[in-house]
């Protein structure tokens, strides 16, 4: 019975608002909307959001094994092409920050895997992890210069805080409680992962490769 209930309240939730925020771009996962999140692993529900965006050549695209719901495109034309390609190069410049950012957490950390949605990120932790090793200090200052933070300070401090600042706004990160430092890594940091992988399978090149011919560009 109460199984029952729980799909049914699934059901209920609005598509609307659903439909609205995958048309803004958002990625649905259960980080960042829960409701939003159980209401599009629901057949039904799913299948009358897809069966709206169909009509405006629009279509539910998923990534992290269905994990991460966001808007793709039912159909490719010229226009929507040029679409695609202008996302995909905004996805590729700030790859190599992204990179650099993912590969300083999981070192200052001593995490063995790279962070993946739902994991939570304690800023002073990390922060103090980082102060506290030259080498880490070096890789925050370099990546906090990229494009993508537009850092101009030299305190660690202020840098740390712009870079995790911006990656809210980016929507890699939620920050649950405003009175505490502790961020939650969101789905699409798994989206972007799938992107590294096309891109390294299409492109042939390591990432290395590429944040050794990128770093010019994207530095400030």
């Keep these: 019975m109460s199984a029952m209930n729980e799909s049914n309240q699934t059901v209920l939730v609005g598509t609307g608002a659903i439909i609205e925020l995958l048309l803004k ?10 409701d939003g999140w159980r209401a599009l692993k629901n057949n039904s529900t799913r299948e009358r959001v897809e069966a709206y965006l169909n009509q405006i050549n629009r279509t539910v695209a998923s990534a992290a094994e269905g994990d991460v719901f966001f808007c793709g495109y039912l159909q490719l034309g010229e226009s929507e092409r040029k679409v695609i390609s202008s ?9 190599i920050p992204m990179v650099e950012w993912l590969v300083l957490v ?3 950390s001593g995490q063995d895997a790279p962070l993946s949605e739902g994991a939570p990120v304690r800023l002073t932790e990390l922060q103090s992890r980082i102060e506290d090793t030259p080498a880490f200090r070096e890789q925050l200052a370099k990546l906090s ?6 850092s101009t300070s030299t305190n660690s401090d202020a840098q740390i ?7 809210v706004e980016l929507g890699y990160l939620v920050r649950p409680n ?3 430092q502790i961020y939650i890594a969101t789905g699409k940091l798994d989206y972007l992962y799938e992107v590294i992988r096309f891109i390294d399978e299409t492109e042939g090149l390591s990432l290395e490769a590429q944040a050794e011919t990128a ?4 530095l400030l």
């Design 25 to 34: 771009g958002e990625f649905i996962c259960r980080t960042t909307n829960e």
């Design 87 to 95: 996302q995909f190069k905004d996805i590729c410049q700030a790859l």
């Design 106 to 108: 999981q070192e200052a």
């Design 145 to 150: 210069q990229y494009r993508l933070f537009g």
């Design 161 to 167: 805080k712009l870079v995790f600042k911006r990656l």
């Design 178 to 180: 405003v009175e505490k």
């Design 215 to 218: 770093t010019q560009r994207d």
